[in-house]
Nanobody, 114 residues
Framework: QARLVDSGGGQVQPGGSLRLSCAASGFTLDDYAIGWFRQAPGKQRELVANISSGGDTNYSDSVKGRFTIVRDNAKNTIYLYMDTLKPEDTAVYYC????????WGQGTQVTVSS
């Protein structure tokens, strides 16, 4: 059965960095597009970055130049490298892919504050 497990969140000061991981099981991740989403309190879930099966990447304007999505096929894992973090990046981050249906990770909390 397909499954995604998010990890790597935490609390960091403004300007800091984090690396989120999305580990896939039950399917080969590089056959599918994967997206990272986030949801802040009181706001709708939004797409932050995605990577196609061919390796093409896209980023929201709010994170472009600061976040990088990377696929590690050997580990069947997607990473989101987040640099120059801002308080407005605070949210629960989720990865998602679509096979026969949408599969979501359980989410990992990122808090950016001093």
């Amino acid at each position: 059965q397909a499954r995604l497990v998010d990890s790597g969140g935490g609390q960091v000061q403004p300007g800091g960095s984090l690396r989120l991981s999305c580990a896939a099981s039950g399917f080969t991740l590089d056959d599918y597009a994967i997206g990272w989403f986030r949801q802040a309190p009181g706001k709708q879930r939004e797409l932050v970055a995605n990577i196609s099966s061919g390796g093409d990447t896209n980023y929201s304007d709010s994170v472009k130049g600061r976040f990088t999505i990377v696929r590690d096929n050997a580990k069947n894992t997607i990473y989101l490298y987040m640099d120059t973090l801002k308080p407005e990046d605070t949210a629960v981050y989720y990865c998602k892919t679509t096979l026969d249906r949408d599969y979501w990770g359980q989410g990992t909390q990122v808090t950016v504050s001093s």
